[in-house]
């Protein structure tokens, strides 16, 4: 399924770059939980890296109820980037050196969620998104902890991805020259998961820990 774009979500530069295809806007974000979350706060441009979390036709993000972003966001229009960065294109010209990558951008709206029930299903669902199986091991929240937390939720109904792939694009005269030219793929990488030094002695890392991956 796809959405039309609307006036702001209408790729101009590089149009043939985007795509407005849900699965793909779904599966951007779902491969790469770091977004930032661009608002205004007295009346100046802020741009802040958090973590965001994919239920359905809407993404959230959380922090601490003190958080300045967090308030600035409550019930008035942001956008949220989510970038996986795929590599660099290296052309024959410095003009036409470009990146790969896969891009989301989606407007709106933020929510808080306000319900005590409903905070702590989307806490779960933010840790079970990244870690399957990891909630039911975890020490039951707390109602401070809760509290203290709040939890913004935007539905994607005005987004869009912009994504490219694929080998430089030089000028025609320019693949005659003897300059190398390609892509360095990039990619983050979990490494092996280090143990906390206070660790209970014997315990196994768990699948979740093991088999996790970004982008
Ligand atoms: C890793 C990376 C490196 C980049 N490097 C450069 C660079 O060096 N120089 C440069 O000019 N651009 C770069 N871009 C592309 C950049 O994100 C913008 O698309 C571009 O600058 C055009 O901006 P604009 O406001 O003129 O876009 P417009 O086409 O006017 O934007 C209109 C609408 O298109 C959509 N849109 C635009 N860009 C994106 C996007 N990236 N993802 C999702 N939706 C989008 C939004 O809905 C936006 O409101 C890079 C992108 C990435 C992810």
Redesign the pocket.
Known sequence: MSKS??E????????E??KYDTALIHAILDAQPMCTVGYSFKGLPYVTPTLQWREGNHIYWHGSAASRMLEACEETQV?V?V????GMVMARSAFEH????????A?GTAHKVIHRDDKEARLKSMVETLFPGRWDMLRPMKEKELKATTILGLELN???????SGPPIDDTDDYALPIWAGVIPLQTVALQAVDDPRLIAGLVVPDHVAKFKIG
């Open positions: 774009p609307t702001r979500t209408r790729v101009k530069r590089m149009h770059n985007a956008c980037n970038t996986i960065f795929d470009s990146c790969n990558y896969r891009s989301v951008m407007f005005e987004v869009s991805a912009k994504v490219r």
